[in-house]
């Protein structure tokens, strides 16, 4: 169980330096320093291990209408919301949040599904 939690941190701090390097609004100050990275990563775990299921949840009638498209804005707004909290990250505007949350969920499922082998 530490192991799963170690690996969804590291996972999480690398997709969040991938997604600064790629997506232009996305920024994170000083991505070479590595505590506000994994910081980072932890803040991102808790966030979807705890708020995202509810906001899920009290959404449920709009997924099922929008065809599952309406957690794309949850997504969204979870990664905003780590904004909020972590200073070094810098998100300006919904599409730059948008195209990282794009990169971290495929960075996510790319070294999930080879970490589980």
């Known amino acids: 169980m530490i192991t799963k939690l170690v690996v969804q941190i590291l996972t999480n701090s690398i997709a969040i330096y991938i997604a600064a390097k790629l997506v232009t609004g996305f920024t994170f100050s000083n991505p070479d320093n590595l505590m ?18 509810v906001l899920k949840l009290v959404s449920l009638p709009i997924i099922f209408f929008t065809f599952g498209l309406f957690t794309i804005i949850i997504n969204v707004a979870m990664l905003l919301l ?27 499922f790319f070294i999930g599904t080879s970490s589980k082998k």
């Open 82 to 108: 780590l904004d909020y909290f972590i200073v070094e990250l810098t998100i300006s505007g919904f599409w730059a949040a948008f195209w990282a949350m794009i990169v971290i969920s495929a960075v996510n």
């Open 36 to 53: 506000p990275l994994l910081t980072a990563g932890f803040i991102f775990g808790l966030i979807n291990f705890f708020i995202k299921p």
